[in-house]
């Protein structure tokens, strides 16, 4: 009930701008077997109206059956990401507790390393103002690609915060060119050390455009 909200804003409302068609986001009962869908409509008026589908008889009655998702992914209030083949790269279980398994950034931070960005894709010129990060999550060396639409190079300023908004780390000042350009950053603070595992947020100030790209770093 509480989380339901923050899914369809944070997560699932970004998705949709930032990677059409590439991600869906699912919200399977795993609770409640053979009903005919009124606990979910309920659920889905009680916490304001979700537009990612939810999906009813989704559990057996049995925790140990195939065709309950309890038994691959533990979702019962848990969130996890898949991958196109299907692969788990993300189990909000094994890292958090029953009751706080909701963490958009480090969600997102993983959806972000798996999607296509067309910047990646060598289209040029660009199509709108971006910023991307690859690879992400990231161990060393981090390549921050910033996309120009336009035909006038604008001075950028690169700087990573941690997630409570905490400069850690300022890049040398850059020229974003028409088309793409890149920058790097060695995932290290400001005085020249390695920062320790997590989320960051890289932020790119371009002639008063403010572009946001989280990246995880990892050992």
Not at 29 to 53: A, E, K, W, Y
Not at 122 to 151: E, I, K
Request: with cysteine; proline share 6%; charged share 20%.
């Amino acid at each position: 009930m509480a989380d339901g909200p923050s899914v369809e804003h944070q997560i699932w409302s970004y998705v949709q701008g930032a990677y059409p068609g590439q991600v869906m986001a699912l919200g399977p009962d795993v609770m409640i077997s053979g009903t005919n869908g009124n606990t979910l409509r309920q659920f889905n008026v009680i916490v304001g109206g979700l537009s990612f589908p939810l999906l009813r008889d989704c559990a057996d009655g049995s925790a140990l059956a195939d065709s309950n998702l309890l038994k691959p992914y533990y979702m019962r209030e848990n969130y996890v990401v898949i991958n196109k083949q299907g692969i788990i790269r993300y189990h909000a279980a094994d890292v958090w507790d029953f009751g706080n398994r909701f963490h958009a950034d480090e969600i997102l931070a993983t959806i972000d390393s798996l999607v296509t960005h067309t910047v990646d894709a060598g289209r040029n010129p660009a199509r709108a103002w971006s910023l991307d990060a690859a690879p992400n999550p990231a161990r060393g060396l981090v390549t921050l690609v910033l996309a120009n639409p336009t035909a006038v190079e604008e001075p950028a300023r690169v700087r990573v915060l941690d997630l409570s908004g905490r400069l850690v780390a300022e890049l040398p000042p850059a020229l974003a060119r028409s088309g793409t350009t890149r920058v790097y950053w060695d995932a290290r603070s400001t005085r020249g050390g390695s920062l320790p595992p997590g989320v960051y947020l890289v932020e790119a100030d371009v002639h008063g455009r403010r572009l946001i790209r989280r990246v995880a770093l990892t050992r």
